[in-house]
Nanobody, 127 residues
């Protein structure tokens, strides 16, 4: 059974930084895509950034470009999210996601595209 385990959330003041990690367990092959989504109370889950573990291609949401950086551990289904210059509007539950099939570019940030999800880690940014 595949499990995605996130860690690294917490509370910071605006302008601060956090680093999230996501490690997959129980999946022998490389995922086609992995990424981070977030969901704030009362809002829909939205894509933040995704990465292709095989070649490192990335796609960022406009709201986080230049502030967040996704990376991967080569050869392992493990990804990281370095979040800098955090803003109060970044406050949300952050979820790791993984897809075991190729994805159309139009679906990179569609939650229904992904097959596996972590339990989520809370990020809170105070002003």
């Amino acid at each position: 059974q595949v499990q995605l385990v996130e860690s690294g959330g917490g509370s910071v003041q605006a302008g601060g930084s956090l680093r999230l990690s996501c490690a997959a367990d129980g999946y022998t092959y490389s995922f086609y895509w992995m990424g981070w989504f977030r969901q704030a109370p009362g809002k829909e889950r939205e894509g933040v950034v995704v990465i292709s573990p095989s070649d490192g291609n990335t796609v960022y949401a406009d709201s986080v470009k230049g502030r967040f950086t996704i990376s991967r551990h080569n050869g392992k289904n493990t990804i990281y999210l370095q979040m800098n210059s955090l803003k109060p509007e970044d406050t949300a539950m952050y979820y790791c996601a993984a897809a075991h099939n190729e994805i159309y570019s139009s679906d990179y940030f569609s939650p229904t595209t992904y097959n596996y999800w972590g339990q989520g880690t809370q990020v809170t940014v105070s002003s």
